[in-house]
């Protein structure tokens, strides 16, 4: 059984930051691509920020600049720090990650955390 489980979200002011942690557990043999995405309400799921197994980072043009994405392969974790937050980032942020085990790749989600940024 493989878990993806988030923490770090919280109530924030416009220009506040937050660091968001996803840390993956379980029987796990490799993590390639580890990823970010939001879903604000009425609004589909987008994607954030990625980041590939070698440390090669993607980030929805919104949010460039302000938010950084990085992971620690030893501990199975991917971060997203972000900066200048602003209203409209409010959303509950998923983590996402390509996960092999016993010789195939699965996909797998995270819970969700909340944020929310308001005066």
């Known amino acids: 059984q493989v878990q993806l489980v988030e923490s770090g979200g919280g109530l924030v002011q416009p220009g506040g930051s937050l660091r968001l942690s996803c840390a993956a557990s379980?029987?796990?043999?490799?993590?390639?691509?580890m990823e970010w995405y939001r879903q604000a309400p009425g609004k589909q799921r987008e994607l954030v920020a990625g980041i590939t197994s070698g440390g090669s980072t993607n980030y929805a043009d919104s949010v460039k600049g302000r938010f950084t994405i990085s992971r620690d392969n030893a501990k199975n974790t991917v971060y997203l720090q972000m900066n200048s937050l602003k209203p409209e980032d409010t959303a509950v942020y998923y983590c996402?990650?390509?996960?092999?085990?016993?010789?195939?790749?699965?996909?797998?989600w995270g819970q969700g955390t909340q944020v929310t940024v308001s005066s």
């Open positions: 379980g029987r796990i043999f490799s993590i390639s691509a």
């Open positions: 996402n990650a390509d996960i092999s085990r016993d010789g195939w790749s699965y996909n797998y």
